[in-house]
């Protein structure tokens, strides 16, 4: 790698451009231009378009007809760092060890994005245009939600009209094992909070007299999944779209062990989950039910005799096609109160929402696609879904009307959003051989 791109990943990743506090704001905006700089100097005509939130850069090459139209998004907003102490390194001072990059952002988005970046860039110096008419959209918010974008998008659906969409913000199934994702699942929210007394209460003067909502709460809880693992809500099923086929025997000939590399990933004691499929199975294509956070009552030091005059829960349902997400929190708080056991008033507000997105990896942008991958990393690329949520894809196809290429160059121990997150230097040489073999295979009729 050239020693002027490692410096451009350095300075990117100084940034401490954590979108979701506003302290950061001004990181944020500083990191926004630093980025408006990099794709001008590299021969791109490129600005900064203010939102209501953070920034988004937008940039392009000079246009001509007669050529497909790329548009490769990412972000560069970044998680907070926090717990600071279970960093060895400061988070935004990036250092090399072993070949990889320590840093927040180093590979959620910013290792990523940055090797499209430099792709384009040695494309550029070495043949002073590109194959393709290319977009870049890169917003400050994709930690927050996207909150803004998809304003930008229908504001500028016309300016941005393209074939497809390149986004490089999804993983690896293995360290040098290409990846094309397909399929993301979705995810919608809710709260519920459980009341029972105005107050709290003794629990010797008034304990057996009136219900308990924090052992309301978890008899509620508990109704929501069978002991095998399925999710118990009347309805929750009905409209699954099956595994195909020849998915369930591609992810059962990858070349990893599912089981294993997730029990050493999480050190969790033992796998478990919908009784009949298998690990990846569950995880890539099957809806799920999470208890996501719980309170209520004392939780301080030692002991305090109350009955809590209230508790809540948090709840998020990953969703596969063609689950939607309003009909899922409808049979979801029809089973709640269903189940809501006496004594006891519940309140349930709904959270955010995002869909799920498949698209055809065998379509001709898919087997391109395929192609680049196989031209950068010398191998034949595995075909997967993710368990995650990007929903800004699914916008890109509603607004935009294009199918999104999600080519992820993140590994599975890369620490996204966690303590010393991380992305190896040879990931940034394959992205950059990436984005220039994609443009090339994209270019073809």
Same mark, same amino acid.
Request: contains cysteine; glycine residues 10%.
């Given at each position: 790698?050239?020693?002027?791109?490692?410096?451009?990943?350095?300075?990117?990743?100084?940034?401490?451009?954590?979108?979701?506090?506003?302290?950061?704001?001004?990181?944020?905006?500083?990191?926004?231009?630093?980025? $408006?700089?990099?794709? /001008? =100097?590299? *021969?791109?005509?490129?600005?900064? %378009? @203010? !939102?209501?939130?953070?920034?988004?850069?937008?940039?392009?090459?000079?246009?001509?007809?007669?050529?497909?139209?790329?548009?490769?998004?990412?972000?560069?907003?970044?998680?907070?760092?926090?717990?600071?102490?279970?960093?060895?390194?400061?988070?935004?001072?990036?250092?090399?060890?072993?070949?990889?990059?320590?840093?927040?952002?180093?590979?959620?988005?910013?290792?990523?994005?940055?090797?499209?970046?430099?792709?384009?860039?040695?494309?550029?110096?070495?043949?002073?245009?590109?194959?393709?008419?290319?977009?870049?959209?890169?917003?400050?918010?994709?930690?927050?939600?996207?909150?803004?974008?998809?304003?930008?998008?229908?504001?500028?659906?016309?300016?941005?009209?393209?074939? $497809?969409?390149?986004? /490089? =913000?999804? *993983?690896?199934?293995?360290?040098? %094992? @290409? !990846?094309?994702?397909?399929?993301?699942?979705?995810?919608?929210?809710?709260?519920?909070?459980?009341?029972?007394?105005?107050?709290?209460?003794?629990?010797?003067?008034?304990?057996?007299?009136?219900?308990?909502?924090?052992?309301?709460?978890?008899?509620?809880?508990?109704?929501?999944?069978?002991?095998?693992?399925?999710?118990?809500?009347?309805?929750?099923?009905?409209?699954?779209?099956?595994?195909?086929?020849?998915?369930?025997?591609?992810?059962?000939?990858?070349?990893?062990?599912?089981?294993?590399?997730?029990?050493?990933?999480?050190?969790?004691?033992?796998?478990?989950?919908?009784?009949?499929?298998?690990?990846?199975?569950?995880?890539?294509?099957?809806?799920?039910?999470?208890?996501?956070?719980?309170?209520?009552?004392?939780?301080?030091?030692?002991?305090?005799?109350?009955?809590?005059?209230?508790?809540?829960?948090?709840?998020?349902?990953?969703?596969?096609?063609?689950?939607?997400?309003?009909?899922?929190?409808?049979?979801?708080?029809?089973?709640?109160?269903?189940?809501?056991?006496?004594?006891?008033?519940?309140?349930?507000?709904?959270?955010?929402?995002?869909?799920?997105?498949?698209?055809?990896?065998?379509?001709?942008?898919?087997?391109?696609?395929?192609?680049?991958?196989?031209?950068?990393?010398?191998?034949?690329?595995?075909?997967?879904?993710?368990?995650?949520?990007?929903?800004?894809?699914?916008?890109?196809?509603?607004?935009?009307?294009?199918?999104?290429?999600?080519?992820?160059?993140?590994?599975?121990?890369?620490?996204?959003?966690?303590?010393?997150?991380?992305?190896?230097?040879?990931?940034?040489?394959?992205?950059?051989?990436?984005?220039?073999?994609?443009?090339?295979?994209?270019?073809?009729?």
């Amino acid at each position: 790698m050239r020693a002027s791109h490692l410096e451009d990943y350095y300075s990117f990743l100084r940034f401490p451009s954590v979108s979701t506090d506003a302290q950061y704001a001004g990181k944020v905006t500083a990191c926004a231009e630093w980025l $408006v700089k990099k794709l /001008s =100097d590299i *021969g791109l005509e490129t600005k900064l %378009v @203010p !939102t209501p939130g953070h920034p988004v850069i937008w940039a392009k090459n000079k246009h001509q007809p007669g050529r497909r139209t790329v548009m490769i998004y990412g972000h560069y907003d970044v998680q907070p760092p926090d717990p600071l102490d279970l960093w060895d390194s400061p988070p935004f001072e990036p250092i090399l060890k072993d070949g990889y990059v320590f840093a927040r952002g180093a590979t959620d988005n910013k290792g990523q994005i940055l090797s499209h970046i430099l792709g384009v860039q040695e494309a550029l110096e070495q043949h002073g245009d590109l194959p393709v008419n290319l977009h870049f959209v890169i917003e400050g918010e994709e930690e927050i939600g996207s909150g803004n974008l998809g304003d930008f998008l229908s504001e500028n659906k016309e300016a941005l009209r393209c074939d $497809v969409a390149v986004v /490089s =913000d999804t *993983g690896m199934v293995k360290r040098g %094992v @290409p !990846t094309l994702s397909y399929g993301l699942r979705g995810v919608t929210a809710l709260e519920v909070k459980v009341t029972g007394a105005k107050i709290d209460l003794h629990s010797g003067v008034f304990g057996g007299s009136v219900a308990n909502p924090i052992t309301a709460l978890v008899r509620l809880l508990a109704t929501l999944h069978d002991d095998k693992g399925h999710v118990a809500i009347e309805g929750f099923y009905d409209k699954v779209k099956p595994l195909e086929d020849w998915e369930r025997k591609a992810w059962r000939e990858l070349p990893l062990n599912g089981d294993e590399e997730i029990l050493k990933e999480t050190g969790a004691p033992a796998l478990f989950g919908e009784e009949g499929y298998n690990t990846l199975e569950r995880l890539w294509g099957r809806p799920t039910a999470e208890i996501n956070g719980i309170g209520g009552g004392y939780q301080g030091v030692g002991t305090k005799t109350v009955i809590a005059s209230h508790a809540m829960a948090k709840l998020t349902f990953r969703l596969v096609p063609d689950q939607q997400g309003d009909e899922i929190l409808n049979l979801a708080t029809r089973h709640l109160e269903k189940h809501l056991p006496p004594g006891v008033t519940m309140e349930i507000t709904r959270g955010h929402s995002g869909p799920w997105y498949l698209t055809d990896p065998h379509s001709p942008v898919g087997q391109a696609a395929q192609r680049a991958l196989r031209e950068a990393f010398g191998k034949d690329p595995a075909l997967i879904r993710e368990g995650g949520s990007i929903p800004i894809v699914s916008q890109f196809r509603t607004i935009l009307g294009v199918e999104t290429l999600l080519l992820g160059l993140a590994l599975p121990d890369c620490r996204a959003h966690s303590p010393n997150e991380n992305f190896p230097l040879e990931n940034m040489d394959a992205g950059i051989r990436l984005n220039k073999a994609v443009l090339a295979e994209l270019a073809k009729r």
